[in-house]
């Protein structure tokens, strides 16, 4: 009976893990090139929120998300809101391929990623280039974009693997 | 059909309306309240502005804290490598200080007797710095800027250049009560007015998103008398937003639009922001 009442740090850990990830890589702006290599640049956060947002919902809210797009702006230094709405956009895509999924596929998946960064950034280049006059690089974005894509696969795999232990800990 | 069509709709509906047991909004109400967060930002009401201001400074401060562990680890990284490297540097440091002991002595002069022909023609530069130390340097691949300790309560005001020693790094483009943001050299939105040396052309250095400048908007033949010349930028003071004569960076004779900044962007800890003041009796 004991053991039923029993919060271990690991189950902690992992139920934390998205949202915890989430607020440290935008208070971090993470872009992982640690060796500065030139053009290399690709978006965790985007990669972070279409997982969870997918795979498990219940573990990264929506509110969290928005409140999280509001931070990367203030840090980024672009208008507050163009992040927010550009990861909501990434929740509402995931939420529509939920709930028209039967069967859970990787190259669906991967290929919808695909679509849905390739959307959001072009609604992010819209914004910021003819609503608010900033001046962008559209081959940084593209580059982004591609590197944001192949790594998905990498993320995919320990994205799972932590939501398999997040689910059997829901179990236990 | 007319089944594909349902199914879509109730999808759709699921998709956007429905709220989870533990979600207090649904993503149609949060993506019209960030839609609705971008038109206020573009207003500039007094309202919208503190609120702005307040968010700004919690944001800043939060992710000061939390980017110290990465911090350490950057820092850390550096001083292996230039501990690795600290002999083949001392061999070099000591070669340059002898041609800099050489050229501080031609500049002695050259200072002493520029302070005397201002004094000639009733000129005096005066300009006031005041340090900051850099909170956050997260550059993100679209926008490059820094955020410094300094803001409104020290007097730091939009437009002030930012100096890293003597080098120009960039400009303040926004000011909150406790720190400011700078908009680096390398942005693509960076554009400054630059006298190019010994040929005295005046240009325009751009930031180009990368680690480099470019030249735009100067005189052609300058890319004729640059293959023979070693050029310097230096700022050129038109438009009254910099200091004239504060060094920017070096063109190489291997690519001649590029513009390779003195200062190292990513390895900024502190810098000067200052302004100055010409004052002229003529």
């Known amino acids: 009976?004991?053991?039923?009442?029993?919060?271990?740090?690991?189950?902690?850990?992992?139920?934390?893990?998205?949202?915890?990830?989430?607020?440290?890589?935008?208070?971090?702006?993470?872009?992982?090139?640690?060796?500065?290599?030139?053009?290399?640049?690709?978006?965790?956060?985007?990669?972070?929120?279409?997982?969870?947002?997918?795979?498990?919902?219940?573990?990264?809210?929506?509110?969290?998300?928005?409140?999280?797009?509001?931070?990367?702006?203030v840090i980024i230094g672009i208008p507050i809101g163009v992040s927010s709405f550009s990861y909501l956009l990434i929740c509402s895509v995931t939420a529509y391929i939920r709930n028209i999924t039967l069967s859970p596929n990787f190259i669906n998946d991967w290929l919808s990623f695909l679509f849905t960064i390739l959307l959001i950034n072009s609604i992010q280049v819209i914004i910021l280039d003819l609503v608010f006059l900033i001046e962008v690089n559209y081959m940084n974005f593209l580059i982004n974009t591609g590197f944001t894509f192949i790594f998905y696969p990498l993320f995919f795999i320990l994205f799972n693997y932590i939501n398999t232990k997040i689910i059997i800990k829901l179990n236990d | 059909m007319a089944t594909g069509r349902d199914d879509f709709v109730i999808a759709f509906r699921s998709a956007f309306l429905k709220k989870k047991d533990k979600q207090k909004f649904s993503l149609l109400t949060l993506i019209f309240l960030s839609i609705f967060v971008i038109i206020l930002s573009n207003f500039d009401f007094k309202i919208i502005k503190i609120i702005k201001l307040g968010i700004n400074e919690v944001v800043y401060r939060s992710s000061f804290l939390v980017s110290i562990p990465?911090?350490?680890?950057?820092?850390?990284?550096?001083?292996?490598?230039s501990h690795m490297e600290v002999y083949d540097n001392y061999k070099n440091l000591e070669l340059e200080l002898e041609i800099l002991k050489q050229k501080k002595l031609s500049n002695n002069f050259l200072k002493l007797e520029n302070d005397k022909l201002r004094k000639l023609i009733n000129e005096s530069i005066e300009s006031n710095e005041i340090l900051a130390k850099?909170?956050?340097?997260?550059?993100?691949?679209?926008?490059?800027?820094?955020?410094?300790?300094?803001?409104?309560?020290?007097?730091?005001?939009?437009?002030?250049?930012?100096?890293?020693?003597?080098?120009?790094?960039?400009?303040i483009i926004e000011v909150n009560y406790t720190n400011s943001r700078a908009l680096l050299l390398s942005d693509l939105n960076s554009k400054i007015p630059v006298l190019l040396e010994p040929l005295g052309i005046q240009a325009v250095a751009s930031g180009t998103g990368k680690e480099y400048g470019e030249i735009q908007y100067t005189k052609e033949e300058y890319k004729n008398k640059i293959k023979t010349n070693e050029i310097a930028v230096y700022t050129s003071g038109l438009g009254g937003l910099f200091k004239p004569g504060v060094p920017v960076g070096k063109i190489s004779k291997e690519n001649i639009n590029r513009v390779n900044f003195f200062s190292d962007f990513r390895q900024l800890e502190y810098v000067k922001i200052f302004s100055y003041n010409i004052d002229s009796k003529y």
Do not use: C, R
């Open chain 1, 1 to 73: 009976m004991s053991s039923l009442n029993k919060i271990s740090l690991s189950s902690v850990f992992f139920s934390y893990f998205p949202i915890a990830t989430l607020f440290i890589s935008v208070f971090n702006e993470f872009d992982f090139n640690f060796l500065n290599i030139q053009y290399f640049s690709f978006n965790f956060i985007h990669i972070l929120i279409f997982f969870w947002t997918l795979k498990n919902p219940n573990h990264l809210g929506y509110v969290s998300i928005f409140i999280a797009g509001i931070i990367n702006d």
């Open chain 2, 134 to 171: 850099v909170l956050i340097d997260k550059e993100s691949p679209f926008l490059k800027s820094i955020i410094l300790n300094k803001g409104t309560k020290d007097k730091i005001k939009i437009g002030m250049a930012v100096v890293d020693e003597v080098y120009l790094v960039g400009k």
């Open chain 2, 70 to 81: 990465e911090n350490k680890i950057t820092k850390t990284k550096i001083q292996i490598e």
